[in-house]
């Protein structure tokens, strides 16, 4: 009777100190997982924030009262020369180590789109309104938002799962052309 005792008390004890492993472990992974998503999301942030501030200093200086044999050296420097030390370039390595390679892959695209946009607003003859600046800059904006998106589907899976579902339903919702062809 008391070996019974003593087993039950050992068996016990082993089940505690087992659920208490597992659960430390997943709280710890749970935890890493935060850690790391947070670190996306900053990386993330850093990214779109310097690729809009070098966008927004280009175009002042661009468009600005400079002679045409400064405009391109200014533009340039507004390219390169952010005020907070997290230009566009740096901030794209840290993308590139931490992001999934999809995510990183499409970061490539935007920056070599915004580089597009500096060299042609370095020209002296191009103006908000001019033909070649308008196709340029809209591939850029368009890349920029399939970038953020790429972004927080990969911050919020579930956000994307959602996202497709709506996209289904909506086209699920919309009338089909029900004419029967001719014979």
């Given at each position: 009777?008391?070996?019974?005792?003593?087993?039950?008390?050992?068996?016990?004890?082993?089940?505690?100190?087992?659920?208490?492993?597992?659960?430390?472990?997943?709280?710890?992974?749970?935890?890493?997982?935060?850690?790391?998503?947070?670190?996306?999301?900053?990386?993330?942030?850093?990214?779109?924030?310097?690729?809009?501030?070098?966008?927004?200093?280009?175009?002042?200086?661009?468009?600005?009262?400079?002679?045409?044999?400064?405009?391109?050296?200014a533009?340039?420097?507004?390219?390169?020369?952010?005020?907070?030390?997290?230009?566009?370039?740096?901030?794209?390595?840290?993308?590139?180590?931490?992001?999934?390679?999809h995510?990183y892959?499409?970061?490539?695209?935007?920056?070599?789109?915004?580089?597009?946009?500096?060299?042609?607003?370095?020209?002296?003859?191009?103006?908000?309104?001019?033909?070649?600046?308008?196709?340029?800059?809209?591939?850029?904006?368009?890349?920029?938002?399939?970038?953020?998106?790429?972004?927080?589907?990969?911050?919020?899976p579930?956000?994307?799962?959602?996202?497709?579902?709506?996209?289904?339903?909506?086209?699920?919702?919309?009338?089909?052309?029900?004419?029967?062809?001719?014979?």
């Open positions: 009777m008391a070996w019974g005792t003593l087993v039950a008390a050992a068996l016990g004890a082993v089940i505690g100190i087992g659920s208490t492993l597992v659960t430390d472990t997943l709280r710890s992974r749970r935890e890493l997982d935060q850690r790391w998503s947070d670190t996306k999301r900053l990386v993330y942030v850093r990214f779109l924030s310097a690729l809009a501030r070098a966008h927004s200093r280009m175009v002042v200086v661009a468009f600005g009262d400079l002679p045409a044999d400064e405009r391109r050296h533009v340039h420097h507004a390219f390169h020369a952010d005020p907070q030390h997290a230009d566009a370039k740096s901030v794209l390595r840290e993308l590139g180590i931490t992001a999934p390679n995510v892959r499409q970061g490539l695209k935007v920056y070599g789109l915004l580089r597009e946009v500096r060299e042609l607003l370095a020209q002296p003859a191009i103006t908000l309104d001019s033909e070649d600046y308008e196709p340029v800059i809209g591939a850029f904006f368009a890349q920029l938002e399939f970038l953020q998106e790429s972004m927080r589907d990969d911050l919020q579930r956000a994307r799962t959602a996202r497709q579902r709506a996209q289904r339903a909506e086209a699920d919702r919309r009338p089909r052309d029900r004419r029967v062809p001719p014979l």
